[in-house]
């Protein structure tokens, strides 16, 4: 199962770049769909954050992953460099889960 | 700037795309060592490096199955979010004019970081800044993502914290992204809207609905 969702997803990401190129630019050009396709990423991640931070099956909760996020927030807010926010958030949970 | 060296901005863009590498290079690291924490073998996250090559959608497969989300939920979340590459590619076929079999190739290196640099560019360096990002973070990203995931596989994930760090990686992914009011109410929305249906929908699920926040601010005229 796992290797179908690989590979859907690879063979699906690349059509979708391949799209971009063939297709003429006027039929992807609306105005709407523009904005919607800059817009989405934003749903998408805010959305992935709460799953990833808070999830745990179908309940909302706040442990070790949420302090995580919390660190990686400050990180973010202080301008630090992605592998920083990265580690911040895995020491503070990794901290969290050793107290 | 230094006028008399031979072509100081094609130098320029090499050394700014070698330093975009470098920067990927940390994002694939993570995103090796959380698709191995979600269950993935070392093989399955270097194919996904290597075709999908599409840092968030990589990571939203991973980030969904990685919390028991169907297959179908982690792939249809994962093409929402590379559906951007599609309007990336749109704009970059007209701007770098390249044509042939080699635009398939272009194809697959079309991202945010290729797309960025190749449109800040001076016309005159466009191609280079677009090749030379396109070399960087390609080779960079997936030997990050193979020993990411090697490390990942001889260590303890959680106690490390590194499931901790998908979150973070979305964090850093999304912050740089809102810029106005519009874009933190958009990603406000996704943030509600996933906490409502967690409880309701299907693990992945909510990720899709999530995708709704965008309809006040796109069909607004």
């Known amino acids: 199962m796992i290797w179908a969702a690989v590979l859907s997803t690879s063979v699906g990401c690349y059509a979708l770049k391949a799209l971009g190129w063939s297709v ?6 609306g105005e709407r769909l523009q904005r919607a396709a800059a817009l989405l990423p934003l749903a998408l ?44 958030a895995a020491a503070t949970a990794a901290l969290v889960r050793a107290l | 700037m230094d006028a008399a060296a031979p072509n100081p901005a094609r130098s320029r863009v090499v050394r700014n795309a070698a330093a975009i590498g470098l920067a990927v290079g940390a994002y694939g690291l993570s995103f090796g060592a959380a698709a191995v924490t979600a269950g993935l ?8 490096s290597l075709v999908a090559f599409t840092g968030a959608s990589q990571f939203a497969l991973v980030g969904v199955l990685g919390a028991g989300g169907s297959a179908a939920a982690g792939v249809a979340g994962s093409l929402l979010l590379g559906s951007r590459n599609t309007l990336y590619g749109v704009r970059l076929s007209s701007l770098l004019g390249i044509q042939g079999p080699k635009r398939y190739l272009a194809a697959q290196v079309t991202i945010d970081e290729t797309t960025a640099m190749s449109t800040a560019a001076a016309p005159e360096v466009r191609r280079v800044a677009f090749w030379a990002t396109a070399a960087s973070v390609y080779g960079l990203w997936n030997l990050s993502t193979l020993l990411g995931a090697l490390g990942a596989g001889a260590v303890n994930t959680s106690s490390l914290g590194l499931d901790a760090a998908v979150g973070a990686a979305f964090l850093a992914l999304l912050a740089p992204q809102v810029r106005d009011r519009v874009g933190l109410r958009v990603a406000l929305g996704g943030a509600l809207l996933a906490a409502a249906a967690i409880p309701l929908a299907p693990a992945g699920v909510p990720v899709l609905i999530a995708g709704l926040a965008v309809l006040p601010a796109v069909l607004r005229r």
């Open chain 1, 24 to 29: 003429p630019a006027r039929w992807l050009a």
């Open chain 1, 45 to 88: 991640l805010a959305a992935l954050i709460v799953v990833q931070a808070f999830g745990s099956g179908h309940s909302l909760s706040i442990d070790a992953r949420s302090a995580g996020l919390a660190a990686a927030g400050i990180a973010v807010l202080r301008r630090a460099p992605f592998l920083v926010v990265v580690l911040a």
């Open chain 2, 41 to 48: 073998s070392t093989l399955q996250a270097c194919v996904l």
